[in-house]
């Protein structure tokens, strides 16, 4: 149970055209929420911060219904339970799922992505949200699952040092890569992706020619590349690509996920001519393999093989002014906000 | 050996720059080729007409090298072989492979579709170049390698009159699929479809609306689509592939094979979403499993299950006239200029 009597929230005030800026929500104080039959009351602790949410925005929703005007702001996150009317989620449970920017949300424990009540375990309780999280697990199937990546292959990662981005490198590398490529935007980045994440090389699609350091590093081709970025580095990326290579689609931050109509890969004729293979990946798809995800993404924590950075905030507040950073990609690694505290 | 003296020639006079005209290619006459260590020379019986040769017009080539002005225009063909200097290739033979438009061409026997001697058959000769060719073998291992088409399976496939739709939608029905829809230009095409070649259902691109007749034909949506048109068609396809649908990039028939830049699929983010997979499909990849195809297609064929339509027109003149009508679509199934008999 819980004592408190006010619900902080951050709202949707206006649907964002382009960008998203913090002045389209507004705050809000509520009542804390009453629960129905089947219902769970989350206390939230930590918010997750990703590209997706741009897409909860847009008038279509894409995968998802869209969030409304006057509607907390959807995310997916990490609380704990205190109050419950599902015996399966008792009262002190940490669970993630989807939530709101909200104190309190009311969770059901069905939909696509069921909450789920994490394990205790030696790591931080945030990583649920990065390396055993959306994130870790999207890099983890895509590489093994979507991307089949195996020995010997030369593969090319883009949004590199973003939360998905720097976890597919180095997994990349576990499967046997002969050489593990990212692409990010400024020699910051690359640096960090060379010495910290696992990455064999880089591309800086800022100050690079993309088109040369291509032909250089992957004189053969590329077998396997992850695509987050879409637009123009994915038609290059097309003219570059290995005969019966794979492409994994992900994201396309190029985007921004905003309602402008998508520029479609000009190149995609290289499917054909090429004989590649282009494989979507949507963790919905996987609900009956996150734990076998989780427990291979820990066992490579174990070993060693994969760096996790976390780009930790604090403060309810904060919700909004650090959404357009997801785009803007200041820092590498998994961007988190924590707004309370475990009990 | 032969005795003739004069070899007919089509040679290419212009580059098209969009739609090939039969004025963009020159007649001449000029001496039979003589030939050098491990050459050919086959004397043409049949000229294949296929989308992929205004492809070798354009400047690029797409994925064989372009043909040059002055050169004869290449063609997979049919021939007879009347002098060999490859032991492989006896005097007499029956071949099949790229060919150009000539009475007299030099082949060699290697390349990426090395020159194939043709088994006597129960069949026309010209079916190898149809059902037992690259329409065929294309669609055959579209059908079941790429779309891995299995029962109970929704099937899409468009420019389904051609020479590979008409026989992708059988092969589709054979493997056990639910329903095999065709999208064609037309209402006789469509009745064709229906009554001839094994289509349970078909859509009039020209007439009917897309999205409409899509939403009523498959209501739990597209689980395979064999795309040989690409543009809008393949854009209004992929907002109506059902989840983890399967796509097969074989043609792009709506551009032209022009050299003006294609329209990438504005959707391709369904891709992600909806966790599809698209498959490229080229010949050239397929090599040593090519007699496999031939003899599922024979086995097909004597099952009545592949209703064969050919479309076969006679005399040498009429080389350059044809090529145009491959992207006008006037008569269903495979187009076939046949310029002389076998001995």
């Known amino acids: 149970m819980t004592t408190a009597t006010t619900n902080r929230q951050w709202l949707l005030a206006r649907r964002p055209s382009e960008a998203v800026k913090p002045s389209d929500f507004e705050y ?30 847009t008038e279509d ?20 339970v205190v109050q419950s009317l599902n015996p399966e989620y008792p009262i002190d449970s940490l669970v993630e799922g989807f939530m709101a920017w909200q104190d309190y949300v009311v969770v059901r424990a069905d939909g696509p992505m069921p909450l789920r009540i994490l394990p205790v375990a030696d790591y931080p309780l945030s990583w649920h949200l990065g390396v055993f999280g959306v994130a870790g697990l999207t890099a983890y ?73 291509l032909s250089t590093l992957c004189p053969e081709g590329v077998d396997a590349y992850f695509d987050n970025v879409g637009g123009d580095m994915l038609d290059t990326l097309l003219l570059h690509m290995a005969p019966q290579g794979r492409v994994l689609i992900c994201g396309a931050m190029s985007s921004g996920y905003t ?29 009956d393999r996150l734990q076998e995800g989780i427990e291979e993404l820990a066992r490579l924590v174990k070993e060693n093989k994969l760096y996790v950075e976390e780009n930790l905030y604090e403060g309810f507040e904060k919700a909004p002014e650090l959404l357009p950073t997801i785009f803007s990609g200041k820092a590498p690694g998994k961007l ?6 475990p009990s």
Chains 1, 2 share one sequence.
């Open 61 to 80: 929703g894409g995968y998802m219904q869209p969030i409304q005007i006057g509607e907390a702001m959807r995310t997916v996150g990490i609380g704990q």
């Open 141 to 213: 199937f895509g590489v093994t699952d979507g991307l089949k990546v195996k020995p010997g292959d030369t593969v090319v990662i883009s949004a590199a040092s973003g939360a998905t981005g720097s976890l597919a490198g180095s997994i990349a590398r576990a499967m046997g890569a002969k050489i593990v490529i990212g692409i990010a935007g400024g020699a910051d980045k690359c640096q960090w992706l060379e010495e910290k994440a696992g990455y064999d090389a880089t591309i800086d699609y800022k100050n690079d020619n993309l088109t040369e350091r």
């Open 28 to 57: 809000q104080e509520g009542p804390i929420p009453t629960l129905a039959d089947g219902e769970i009351l989350v206390r939230t602790i930590y918010f997750s911060y990703d590209a997706s949410q741009r897409i909860w925005l």
């Open 259 to 287: 309602d402008v109509q998508l520029q479609g890969p000009k190149n995609y004729m290289r499917i054909c001519t090429h004989m590649l293979t282009v494989q979507g990946i949507h963790l919905f798809y996987y609900h």
């Open 336 to 341: 988190v906000l924590k707004v309370s505290d």
